[in-house]
Structures are given as structure tokens and as C-alpha cells.
């Protein structure tokens, strides 16, 4: 088994670690004007001609507020 995916290897922290930062990457894009998330396609780009969701609002809460608990900028 390659180490990245042995939990608690230095290589699994990095890869980790490597995910948190793409995901965060991926949906910076996700804030509407009117304070709620777009939709976003598959490379990050907001769909913005789609209505606002609340489900996408409160999983786009959640995600952000983890990056700025983990000290994460923007």
C-alpha cells in the first residue's frame, strides 16, 4: 500500500494536507453577492445563471468555516 493513504504517515499528512488546499482552491468562487453559494461545475466556476439552494449555502458554511478554524486565509 503506498504510504500516503497509511493515516498518520508523514506522507499521509502531506497528502492530506495537499486535499484540504485543493478543495478550499476549488470553491473560492462559491460566494453569491446576495450572501448565498453558487453551484459550482466541475473546474470551480460559479453557475450563476442556476437559483441560489440553501443546502449549497449551509455546505459552503461549513467547509469555509473549517478552513478558518484551520487558520486558512480568504
Not at 19 to 34: R, T, V
Request: net charge negative.
Amino acid at each position: 500500500m503506498e504510504k500516503h493513504f497509511v493515516i498518520d504517515t508523514e506522507e499521509n499528512q502531506k497528502f492530506m494536507a495537499a486535499l484540504c488546499e485543493e478543495l478550499l482552491d476549488f470553491g473560492k468562487e462559491f460566494a453569491s453577492p446576495s450572501g448565498a453559494s453558487y453551484y459550482l461545475g466541475d473546474d470551480g466556476t460559479p453557475w450563476k445563471e442556476r437559483p441560489r439552494e440553501t443546502w449549497i449555502s449551509c455546505r459552503m458554511a461549513h467547509v469555509y468555516s473549517m478552513g478558518a478554524m484551520m487558520n486558512k486565509k480568504g
